[in-house]
């Protein structure tokens, strides 16, 4: 059985439909990344994952338990980055770590953070408010508290949302290094199909909402490790790119008018690899 | 000479001040008879109608050399009619603070749970639309009849005047805490004691404290007419007897020492608001 499984999970507000039908499993250590346009419920099954909204219908399962509040077993860093402006950088990540260990005496939870605030290149700013971040420094605060509970996922609600593409980029490199040396299970929610490719072993392509269902999983081929200046050089990279784009620009549309079928299990797909084979799993179900 | 904007401020203060004091000053100046003073007359009232008449209204000098002797010896007591400015403002201050103090007490988590819970909100809002418009002084007569003490009714009109503001600031910040952060709260599965102190009172407080510098303000206008009624001791009764005693010079110290008084609060909520702020 899978780390994380959720089965046919629906949003409803009443007679209308967010989503249906969304099944799918992440293994553990596995980075999954969900992509779609706005309004198809991408935000809306995070907070389920996280325990923060209720489903209509289905069940998430993680580690054989059922999710049914929030818990310190998934950490959530938050589309707005979500830190308190009244502490410091290193309060705010202290804040979760107390929460995580509470016997802790302050010594060990200063270590902690420092740790956490190393890791993500912040050193010398830590005592700084979030006023006086940029918009990058504050997205890594809020990966930092993330990471510093340790917990068994971690879930990003479009993390680089609000950056720039610069700062974007050097953030992602810093998550592709953590989540190499963590092996940390991670679920994604972006509208970048470079990034999805970048960072995910599998990316959920989601169709347009309302009604909105999984249409496809994409098993990401191009090879670890992965760097953003090369990344381009593998022969993977573009089948994988104009997969998605092509999904996003023409397909995802066509799930809710019934042109495409809304499949019970969403098939697997290796693009540009076995496309055959790809054809095989898909008829199976 | 460039002056800086604040130096030019100070001097233009000073300039108004002064101009001020000049035709207070050229208004209060002995009238010079109107006419040439009938013989008779003069007899009768001597002197005084040779040189006219001098204005019952004191000159700026008369206030002066009057502040300068409250100044001087603000602390004395010499029994209920007599005491010093200092005594008066001490006894009103402290009134306020306790009155203030008491509706803090109350305000503040009655507005958390307002804050906090809709059907609270739903269920207290009638009483509170009601009674905020009331004039505190309207509870008065109800405060002696039912404490029976002038001095606990006077800290009961504070107590009254003073909630409302920081009741219903309290209820706004702590309603309108941000979404996420108290998401972030509940994903760390923070206890809700934890929550209330570390996460919503932080976060309300610049409006809670907003709420209670509102409060002090209106506290000390009411204590000054609080204590016109009540009597006994306060600056509100300073100003009253010193009314009844026809000096004019004591009561514009009076007025003078509420309007500093009452600066002083202002300022000392304002530096207290400025810590709990943050920016976002």
């Not at chain 1, 999954?32 to 489903?55: E, F, M, Q």
């Not at chain 2, 599965?189 to 976060?203: D, G, N, Y």
């Not at chain 2, 026809?246 to 009076?254: A, V």
Request: hydrophobic share 50%; aromatic share 8%.
């Amino acid at each position: 059985m899978s780390f994380l499984q959720i089965q046919k999970l629906a949003k409803r507000f009443g007679p209308s439909v967010i989503f249906e039908d969304v099944s799918f499993a992440i293994e553990k250590g596995e980075f999954v990344a969900i992509i779609g346009h706005s309004g198809c419920g991408k935000t809306t099954i995070l907070n389920i994952l996280a325990g923060l909204d209720t489903a209509s219908e289905g069940i998430v399962v993680m580690d054989g338990r059922e999710v049914a509040g929030p818990s310190l077993e998934r950490g959530v860093v938050f589309q707005g980055h979500a830190l308190m402006p009244w502490l410091s950088a290193m309060s705010n990540i202290a804040f979760a770590v107390k929460s995580r260990w509470p016997d802790w005496n302050r010594i060990q939870v200063q270590t902690h953070c420092q740790k956490f605030i190393g890791m993500v290149g912040l050193t010398g700013a830590e005592h700084k408010k979030p006023a006086q971040l940029s918009g990058g420094m504050k997205q890594r605060v809020g990966i930092a508290r993330a990471f510093a509970i340790q917990p068994k996922m971690l879930l990003l609600d479009e993390p680089f949302g609000a950056l720039d593409a610069l700062t974007r980029g050097v953030i992602q490199d810093e998550l592709v290094r953590i989540c190499a040396a963590t092996h940390q299970t991670v679920f994604l929610i972006t509208h970048d199909v470079d990034e999805s490719i970048l960072l995910a072993d599998k990316i959920l392509l989601m169709s347009n909402g309302p009604n909105a269902c999984i249409a496809e999983i994409v098993h990401n081929t191009v090879g670890r490790p992965r760097d953003r200046h090369t990344i381009h050089h593998d022969p993977q990279y573009y089948r994988i790119r104009n997969h998605l784009v092509e999904f996003l620009v023409n397909r995802s549309k066509l799930y809710q008018s019934g042109e495409a079928k809304r499949p019970a299990q969403p098939p697997v797909v290796r693009p540009g690899l076995e496309s055959a084979a790809a054809k095989v799993i898909n008829l199976r179900h | 000479m460039a002056l800086s904007a604040r130096l030019k401020g100070l001097l233009l203060t000073a300039l108004l001040l002064a101009v001020f004091v000049g035709a207070w000053h050229l208004a209060t100046l002995p009238k010079a008879a109107p006419q040439a003073a009938e013989s008779e007359y003069s007899k009768l009232v001597g002197a005084q109608a040779a040189v006219g008449q001098k204005s019952a209204f004191p000159t700026p000098a008369d206030f002066g050399a009057k502040l300068l002797e409250h100044l001087k010896n603000p602390f004395y007591d010499k029994g209920a009619n007599d005491k010093g400015i200092g005594v008066q403002l001490a006894y009103s201050i402290g009134r306020v603070l306790l009155g203030f103090l008491l509706a803090a007490l109350v305000a503040v988590p009655v507005g958390f749970l307002i804050g906090m819970s809709p059907l609270v909100y739903r269920a207290l809002d009638p009483f509170i639309q009601v009674l905020k418009p009331i004039s505190p002084l309207a509870w008065m007569p109800l405060a002696l009849f039912t404490l029976k003490d002038s001095n606990v009714s006077a800290v009961f009109v504070i107590f009254v005047c003073s909630i409302w503001p920081m009741l219903i600031n309290t209820a706004f910040g702590v309603a309108s805490v941000r979404r996420e952060w108290l998401n972030v709260a509940r994903t760390l599965e923070v206890s809700s004691l934890r929550k209330a102190f570390a996460v919503i009172l932080p976060a309300a407080a610049p409006t809670i404290m907003t709420g209670m510098r509102i409060s002090i303000g209106i506290a000390w206008l009411v204590i000054v007419a609080a204590e016109m009624l009540v009597g006994g001791t306060g600056i509100g009764y300073f100003v009253w007897n010193e009314w009844n005693n026809l000096s004019i010079t004591n009561i514009l110290s009076g007025i003078l020492a509420i309007g500093l008084v009452g600066m002083a609060l202002d300022f000392l909520f304002g530096r207290l608001q400025r810590a709990v702020t943050y920016t976002e």
